[in-house]
């Protein structure tokens, strides 16, 4: 790393240190507050971490950018949801070009929401890869076809528990503010299940390595966790979910020990009610 990239790393942990203050990091296997240096020794101690967020905070995508900076000591391989499985991601010139050329679109993932993360992988040099599912596949798994002959096994043997699965099929739902028709519900539960599948696969064969993506995939119950727990027990997983401040509830937190080892709270935002514009054709809708 030539001395431009270390001067840049160790003003972002400087910048990560002060910024962290005015967050909270809670530990949910006990539901007490620790500061950064306790969560940097616990992720750096596993083989897998997975870093969540909710997609449109700011705030989420800078503090796990600073958060990169303070881990790249170890050199995990950052696998991201926000490029389709594939190849390394050679990040030459410009960043979002090499990106797009990668798969990336902007349009889907507003670049000056991601460009925090995605320098930051690139300045702490870490081998970067897609893992979202390919679309190929989901549209065949739309249109009634079969799971891939290479994820079928890995399917079967991280099958949810009765709960998990009750849970993800309300989640799908909520997800889509109850206007889900019913015969979109298994379709789009078995596209969740092989994207999770999709981005546990690419972990396990760049580990270590640290999964960038929404909580909803870093969920400890239904997501990518309990899918690497299926399938390689014995590796130690770490996993964070990134919520607001207006979440932050005490009592809320033993629930939230079901789905992540930690939280980490950020400013929140404000925005539009996404249930206001979402909608089903109505062909679709009285199937």
Partial sequence: ?????KIYLSWIL????SAVSANSIVDLRNQTTINQERLIAELISADYILLGELHDNPHHH???GRLIAAIASKKYAAVVEYLPTGPLVRLTGSTLLSLEQAGFSPKAWPWKLYQPLFEAIRVSELPLYGSNLDRSISKTIFSG???PAAMESDYQKSALTNDAKRSLETDLIDGHCG???AQYLEPMFRVQRLTDISMAQVMMRHSPAILFAGNGHVRNDYGVPQVL???EP?????????IEEAQRDSSAFAELAKLYDFVWITPSIDRADPCATLHFGKSESSK
């Fill in 1 to 5: 790393m030539n001395t431009i990239k």
């Fill in 179 to 181: 206007k889900l028709p």
């Fill in 62 to 64: 800078e503090a796990r």
């Fill in 234 to 242: 014995a590796k130690k997983r770490v996993s964070v979910g990134l």
């Fill in 229 to 231: 727990r299926s399938l």
């Fill in 14 to 17: 400087l910048v990560f240190s």
């Fill in 145 to 147: 076809g079969p799971i």
